[in-house]
């Protein structure tokens, strides 16, 4: 009998053993995990897109995986572009890519058909970013205040996403370890697992300490916690779009979009920056953006700048 000591036979022969399907999935997780490091809620859209490709593609049978071809995958994406109401989310793609990278790699699949999965077209936005002007921001930032351990908490959360214009996410994951009062910065984990430092404005500090010492409780090592024992850290961002609905319906300003979420102050601070002659690039690095081209769609705002671009009308003569 023969029996190997590899990796990759060993999760091979794993899911033969037990349930294909049941097989399939754990396997793939713990190569999420382990493998990739990826987050806890990535892996959950990956598993997702896992069992919605293989429902697609075999039924409730788990069939050949060698069988899969390049025409089935394309089809399975062309089905998720053609539904009633066509999204925007770019990550189909992604999941599937990674999918099979991870069936390749495992030995379930002789090729590799990650690198015939095709990008998803998406046009660019067509509309302006939405933002609110400093005086707007300042009043929800001050709506949200309150002399108590939740009103310090709300006020410290919202204060640093609209001077540092984190993500929702970023708010949530500062830990107390994160912020370096000496050097006078903290530490912003960023998506996909990138880590930045970043200064720590005088006022935003000040609201931190406010509520570390007179209303943060718990042994958790996030500086956000919850506001009921065990006081601890916060499952996901919610509580900021929540605080958002609140301050706007306590102020009485209106939403610039119907959907209101904690982007609103990552886009308002990007709008201030750049009508006080912040470039593109700085306005990129403030908000940490990969790509250039993330940040070109607030060069939309800058009008007279756009304007100089342009050409002069024709006139009549002008080509005499």
């Known amino acids: 009998m023969n029996k190997s000591n ?33 987050s806890e809620a990535t892996i959950y859209h990956c598993l997702r897109f896992l069992d919605r490709f293989m429902a697609f593609r075999f039924g409730e049978v788990l069939g050949d995986l060698n069988a899969i071809t390049p025409d089935d995958v394309i089809a399975f994406l062309s089905r998720l572009r053609n539904g009633s109401q ?11 890519r990674s999918l099979f990278k991870f069936l390749f790699w495992s030995g379930r699949t002789k090729r590799n058909l990650a690198s015939s999965i095709p990008r998803m077209a998406h046009a660019g936005p067509s509309t302006l970013p939405r933002y609110l002007n400093r005086e707007e921001i300042s009043q929800l930032i001050d709506a949200a205040h309150a002399d108590n351990a939740i009103g310090r908490r709300n006020y410290a959360m919202l204060l640093i996403m609209a001077r540092l214009g984190l993500r929702a996410p970023e708010v949530i994951a500062i830990e107390l370890d994160d912020i ?7 530490l912003i984990r960023g998506k996909g697992q990138r880590h930045d430092r970043m200064p720590l404005p005088a006022d935003v500090g000040e609201a931190i300490v406010d509520y570390a010492r007179n209303g943060r409780q718990g042994k958790a090592r996030t500086l956000f ?14 509580i900021l779009n929540a605080l958002l609905r609140a301050a706007f319906k306590k102020t009485g300003l209106k939403p610039p979009q119907k959907y209101i979420g904690s982007h609103i102050l990552r886009h308002s601070l990007a709008t201030d920056m750049l009508r006080k002659g912040a470039s593109l690039d700085e306005i990129g690095d403030v908000l ?4 250039r081209m ?3 769609i607030y060069a939309k705002h800058d009008i007279d700048a756009l304007r100089s671009l342009a050409r002069a009308w024709p006139t009549q003569g002008d080509g005499q």
């Open 6 to 38: 590899t990796p990759i036979e060993a999760i091979h022969n794993a899911a033969i053993d037990g349930d294909l399907k049941e097989g399939l999935q754990r396997q793939y997780e713990d190569y999420l995990r382990h493998q990739r490091g990826l």
């Open 86 to 96: 066509p999204s925007r989310d770019k990550t189909p793609p992604t999941h599937l």
């Open 180 to 186: 370096d009062w000496r050097a006078g910065d903290i």
């Open 225 to 238: 916690v919850t506001a009921r024992p065990p006081f601890s850290a916060f499952k996901d961002a919610q």
């Open 288 to 291: 940490r953006h990969r790509s």
């Open 294 to 296: 993330t940040t070109s």
